[in-house]
C-alpha cells in the first residue's frame, strides 16, 4: 500500500520548479515562478533552499487561510472543496 501525502508531494513538486542565481555577493536567491512572490535569499545554496522551502510552506498556509487560489503544479489542484462523509459513515 502506497501512503500520499498531497501537501508534501505538492511542496516537492512546487521545489522542482525553484530557479536559483549566484548573487553578486557570492549568495544565492531562488524563486519559485509558478507561485508568485515565493522568493528567498541564503548564503549557501543549501541555505536558500532551506530557506525557499520555509517561504513557500508559509506561503500556502497563508494562502489556504485567506482563500487565495494557489497554483496547479503538475496536476496537483489544493483548491478542491473536500469531500466531507457523513456521520454515519464511520
Known amino acids: 500500500m502506497v501512503v500520499r501525502f498531497i501537501l508534501t508531494e505538492y ?3 512546487a521545489m522542482a520548479h525553484a530557479i536559483y542565481d549566484k548573487l553578486e555577493d557570492g549568495t544565492f536567491a531562488g524563486r519559485i ?3 508568485k512572490g515565493v522568493v528567498a535569499f ?3 545554496l543549501r541555505g536558500c533552499e ?3 522551502r520555509s517561504t ?3 506561503w500556502i498556509l497563508v494562502g489556504f487561510k485567506l482563500g487565495h487560489p494557489l497554483p496547479v503544479i503538475d496536476g496537483i489542484d ?3 472543496e473536500p469531500r466531507r462523509e457523513p456521520v454515519e459513515a464511520v
Open 11 to 13: 511542496v516537492n513538486r
Open 33 to 35: 515562478p509558478p507561485c
Open 42 to 44: 541564503g548564503s549557501t
Open 50 to 52: 532551506d530557506e525557499l
Open 56 to 58: 513557500l510552506e508559509d
Open 78 to 80: 489544493l483548491n478542491k
